[in-house]
């Protein structure tokens, strides 16, 4: 099992930033991706971003060039640097641990493990 805690969340303005972090316990020796994952309201979940344990990125489109994926493996906590942000970038922003391959891939089917997300709230 892993468990998964984010924070950072938060609010702010139109063209702010933000950083999310989010720190895995439990047995992380079995995770082989990390991602960031939102819902907005009204919407479905949809995939923002992933790293492999070997450091591989993968983003969505509307995360490309504006947001930032990187972890700290010896402190087994994964950030998600998000820039420019608009009023659509508000949601609830989850992290997540894949035990199976995902790099290419923001499916969230292939992430067993959630954290219990952290609340993004862009004002314009």
């Known amino acids: 099992q892993v468990q998964l805690m984010e924070s950072g969340g938060g609010d702010v303005r139109a063209g702010g930033s933000l950083r999310l972090s989010c720190t895995a316990s439990g047995d992380t020796s079995t995770t082989r991706c990390m991602g960031w994952f939102r819902q907005a309201p009204g919407k479905e979940l949809e995939g923002v971003a992933s790293?492999?344990?070997?450091?591989?990125?993968t983003y969505a489109t509307s995360a490309k060039g504006l947001f930032a994926i990187t972890q700290d493996n010896a402190q087994n906590t994964v950030y998600l640097q998000m820039s420019s942000l608009e009023p659509d970038d508000t949601a609830i922003y989850y992290c997540a641990a894949s035990v199976v391959y995902c790099y290419g891939y923001l499916e969230t089917k292939r992430y067993a493990y959630w954290g219990q997300g952290t609340q993004v709230t862009v004002s314009s």
């Open positions: 790293i492999t344990s070997g450091g591989s990125k």
